[in-house]
């Protein structure tokens, strides 16, 4: 009996989340997929008839790339970078966010932040259930529209960042 409880034990150690371990490991995206993805979401809205700007930030909210159309506005440049940034760091996209912090919801607080900016067009990148990265779109015009671009760049990728 001794030896079958040891025998379950390890077995199941492995399934226990190790929290001791003094380093930790993480997955980006490479360059050429952030820009990928930056090219798709991009075409996405240039064939819709929008001209947009396209920021892909890492899963710290670092700028990997941005792409700004040619006639987009000169906005569109933080605007895209703060959705990208705001969908990373809160873990979801800027459409839902911007629901759940209207003024009169809980999290209302949250558009108080320097960077936050809760306004429809960035989603965050997953692969394999690991946050990655994140995209943020701005200059069509709604922000629906902006989510939809970021969206079909992300699925541009997802290929690419299946693991």
Request: proline residues 5%; charged residues 25%; aromatic residues 4%.
């Amino acid at each position: 009996m001794r030896k079958l409880l040891l025998a379950m034990a390890l077995v199941s150690g492995p399934a226990i989340a190790q929290d001791d371990e003094a380093l930790v490991q993480f997955e980006v995206m490479k360059p050429e997929i952030a820009l990928k993805l930056a090219q798709a979401a991009l075409e996405s809205c240039r064939d819709q008839g929008y001209q947009v700007g396209v920021a892909v930030v890492d899963r710290f909210g670092v700028t990997q790339v941005f792409l700004r159309d040619r006639f987009a506005g000169p906005h569109v440049e933080e605007t895209a970078r703060r959705k990208a940034w705001t969908a990373v760091s809160f873990r979801t996209d800027t459409l839902t966010l911007a629901e759940e912090t209207a003024p009169d919801k809980i999290s209302s607080g949250i558009r108080n932040l320097s960077m936050a900016l809760p306004l429809g067009g960035g989603v965050p990148v997953d692969a394999a259930g690991s946050l990655v990265g994140g995209v943020g779109v701005s200059g069509a015009p709604g922000p629906d529209i902006d989510d939809a671009c970021a969206r079909d760049g992300i699925a541009a990728v997802e290929e690419d960042i299946a693991f």
